[in-house]
C-alpha cells in the first residue's frame, strides 16, 4: 500500500525529485520508472476470509468463467448476482475441505495426480499432447490442471473418510434388502439368451407330444455336435425371435418364466439346455453369455507372523539379521514358531496369539505381506521382508478353498446401502461444517452468511 502510496505522491507532482535534478536526478528517473511500471500490476484482492484462510478474487473469476462456459453449452446463464453467490459458497466449502484435508494429514503423491491425467485424456481418447492442447485452449494451463486435480483428489478423500463413518448399515439393514423385492432383482443373474421353441401342432398329448419330442431331440444333437444355434432357430423355432436367430438378448432371471430360470440356475455361458416342455412345447436354451451372481471361491491361507520394528536402537539391518537368527531357531523346531512369535515379536495385536492372523482375505494384508504369503508354501517360513510396518517373518499353517460367494454378496449390498445414503449424508455434514466456519465475504452486494 505503501508503494500505491508513492505513485500518487510523484503522479501529483510533488516530488522532492523535480525540485532537484542533479547527480541524484537519473536514480530518481528510474525509481519513477520502476514505480510507474509497478501501477500497471494488477493486485490481487481477498474476496472471503475462510477461517485462516482467503479466497482470492483470481480464483473466484476463473472459476466463475469455467462455470458460465459450461451452463452455455446447457441452456441459458442466471443472473450474475446468484451466479456470483453460488460460485463463492462452492468455492468457501471447498476451502474448508481441503483444510480439513490437511489437518488429517492427508497426502496426494504426484503418483496419483498423473494416473488421473492418464485417465482423463484416455478416456476422451486423445494423447497427452492433443489433451494439453484442448487445455491451452480452454485457457488452462498444465501446471493449474494438476493444482485442480489434487484439490478434487483431497476433497474426495476427505468426503469418503468424514461422510462414510457417519454411515451406519446394520445386518438387519442388509438382509432386508436382500429379501426384498429390489434385492432379488439386483441379485439376480443376468444372461444373453438364444432360444428355439418347437411348439405343439395340436394338444400336445399323444403322437403330437411324442412327434414334437423327437424333433427337439435331433435338434438338441444337432447343435451339440456344433451346429449353428441361429441357422436351427430361423428355420425350426416357433418362438417370436426365430426370425432374429432366436436371440432373446439379456434378460435377468427374475424377468425369465420361472420354468427358464429353473434351467438356467446351474449354466454358464456357452451351455446349452437340453429340451424341457411347458404348455407350449419344448424348449432348448443357448447361454451365449452370463454376469452376475457367480459363485466366488477363493484360496485362503491361515498364517502367522513375527514382526519387528526399525528403531533408534534397532536398525534396518539389525532387524534383519535378528530376524534370520529367529528363522533359523523355528526351522531347527527346539522352539516352535508360536513360542518365538510370543517372545519376539512387536505386532500387539497377533503376538499372544503367537503371531496367528486367522484366514487371509483379499485385501487384508498389505500387497508386499499378500505377494510373500503367496510365494509361500504350506509348513515354511518366509525368509524376511520389509513392509511399511517394519521387518516380518511368515509361517502358513494350512490352505483351503473357501465359498465366499454369501460374503461377497452382503458386501456388495452394503455398498449399495452406503452409496445411496452418501449423498444425502454429505449434504448434511457440509452444511455442518459451513455453519461451524467463520466465513466473510468482503464483495459489498453479496448476502453476508
Avoid at 490352505?399 to 456388495?412: G, Y
Wanted: some cysteine; charged content about 30%; proline content about 3%.
Amino acid at each position: 500500500m505503501k508503494q500505491l502510496g508513492l505513485i500518487r505522491f510523484f503522479k501529483r507532482g510533488q516530488s522532492p525529485l523535480r525540485k532537484s535534478m542533479g547527480a541524484l536526478g537519473l536514480a530518481g528517473l528510474c525509481l519513477c520508472a520502476q514505480l510507474s511500471n509497478a501501477k500497471t500490476e494488477n493486485l490481487d484482492r481477498v474476496i472471503a476470509v475462510v477461517d485462516e484462510d482467503v479466497v482470492l478474487e483470481s480464483e473466484l473469476n476463473h472459476q466463475l468463467n469455467q462455470v458460465k462456459k459450461q451452463i452455455r453449452q446447457r441452456g441459458e446463464l442466471p443472473p450474475e448476482d446468484v451466479l456470483l453467490n453460488q460460485v463463492l459458497e462452492h468455492l468457501v466449502v471447498k476451502r474448508l475441505q481441503l483444510a480439513l484435508g490437511a489437518r488429517m494429514g492427508i497426502q496426494i503423491t504426484e503418483e496419483e495426480i498423473e494416473r488421473t491425467l492418464t485417465r482423463l485424456h484416455s478416456s476422451n481418447n486423445l494423447t497427452r499432447e492433443q489433451f494439453i492442447e484442448t487445455l491451452s485452449q480452454d485457457g488452462i494451463s498444465v501446471p493449474t490442471m494438476r493444482k485442480q486435480l489434487r484439490d478434487e483428489i483431497m476433497v474426495q478423500r476427505v468426503q469418503q473418510a468424514r461422510v462414510n463413518f457417519r454411515i451406519q448399515i446394520t445386518e438387519q439393514e442388509i438382509d432386508n434388502f436382500l429379501s426384498s423385492e429390489e434385492g432379488k432383482f439386483w441379485l439376480s443373474p443376468e444372461y444373453e439368451l438364444g432360444h428355439i421353441l418347437l411348439s405343439f401342432s395340436s394338444n400336445g398329448r399323444g403322437e403330437d407330444l411324442t412327434n414334437t419330442q423327437a424333433k427337439a431331440d435331433a435338434i438338441y444333437e444337432q447343435l451339440s455336435q456344433g451346429s449353428d444355434f441361429r441357422s436351427l432357430a430361423i428355420a425350426h423355432s416357433g418362438g417370436q425371435k426365430a426370425l432374429q436367430g432366436g436371440d432373446l438378448g439379456w434378460r435377468r432371471g427374475v424377468e425369465l418364466p420361472e420354468i427358464f430360470a429353473s434351467e438356467l440356475k446351474d449354466m454358464k455361458a456357452g451351455d446349452l439346455s437340453k429340451p424341457f416342455k411347458s404348455g407350449a412345447g419344448f424348449h432348448i436354451l443357448k447361454v451365449y453369455n452370463r454376469k452376475g451372481a457367480e459363485e466366488t471361491v477363493i484360496e485362503q491361507s491361515k498364517v502367522r507372523h513375527i514382526l519387528l520394528k526399525p528403531s533408534e536402537i534397532l536398525t534396518d539391518d539389525e532387524a534383519y539379521e535378528q530376524l534370520l537368527e529367529i528363522r533359523d531357531q523355528a526351522l531347527e523346531g527346539e522352539v516352535s514358531f508360536e513360542e518365538l512369535a510370543k517372545e519376539h515379536s512387536e505386532d500387539i495385536g497377533s503376538m499372544l496369539a503367537g503371531g496367528d492372523l486367522g484366514w487371509s482375505l483379499p485385501g487384508k494384508f498389505v500387497p508386499e505381506f499378500e505377494q510373500t504369503l503367496n510365494n509361500t508354501d504350506i509348513g515354511a517360513i518366509s525368509l524376511p521382508f520389509r513392509s511399511q510396518f517394519g521387518w516380518h517373518i511368515l509361517k502358513i499353517d494350512d490352505r483351503r478353498d473357501e465359498n465366499m460367494t454369501e460374503t461377497v454378496v452382503r458386501n456388495r449390498a452394503e455398498n449399495l446401502l452406503r452409496s445411496r445414503r452418501f449423498n444425502e449424508e454429505l449434504e448434511i455434514w457440509l452444511q455442518e461444517l459451513r455453519s461451524q466456519a467463520y466465513v466473510e465475504t468482503r464483495i459489498p452486494d453479496l448476502e453476508q452468511p
